[in-house]
């Protein structure tokens, strides 16, 4: 497989998909309200803003698209990705970043742009889980 990042780029995406995975955690645990589970929250709102900007679109549309162009690694049985989820509800950050980077380069982005969607859209896809994200997006 074709690495579109650096192993330097990776480790900076990695750290920054785990910050903010930290920051929701610990927002979330100080927000939440009784009886909101983790399925029905809306979006993380800085991440959707990032969306939202480099996208032109509306983060919910683009997440859309997103998930049918990731379908078959992320949404579908026997997926590298759904079949992390079903094991350990959580993904591993490089093979998110591979799989995500070649969805989105096919939705025509690419270079700084790539970097920050990609972390934006694995945000979002671990903070609201899998089963989630396919069964509201795709």
């Known amino acids: 497989m074709t690495n579109i990042f650096t192993p330097e780029e ?3 995406i990695t750290s920054e998909i785990d910050n903010q995975l930290s920051e929701l955690r610990t927002s979330s645990v100080s927000d939440s309200k009784e009886g909101e589970t983790e399925e029905t929250k809306a979006l993380p709102v800085k991440q959707s803003q990032v969306i939202e900007k480099m996208t032109q679109e509306n983060p ?9 162009a990731a379908k078959s690694d992320l949404c579908q049985e026997g997926g590298v990705l759904n079949t ?3 094991k350990w ?3 591993n950050n490089q093979d998110v970043i591979d799989k995500f980077s ?3 380069v096919a939705l025509g982005f690419s270079g700084n742009m790539l970097q920050i969607l990609v972390v ?4 979002i896809v671990i903070h609201i889980g899998v089963k989630a994200f396919c069964e509201n997006y795709s």
């Open 60 to 68: 919910e549309s683009f997440l859309k698209k997103f998930a049918r």
């Open 84 to 86: 992390q989820w079903k």
């Open 10 to 12: 990776i480790d900076t």
């Open 102 to 104: 070649i969805a989105l």
């Open 120 to 123: 934006a859209v694995a945000v």
């Open 89 to 91: 509800a959580d993904l």
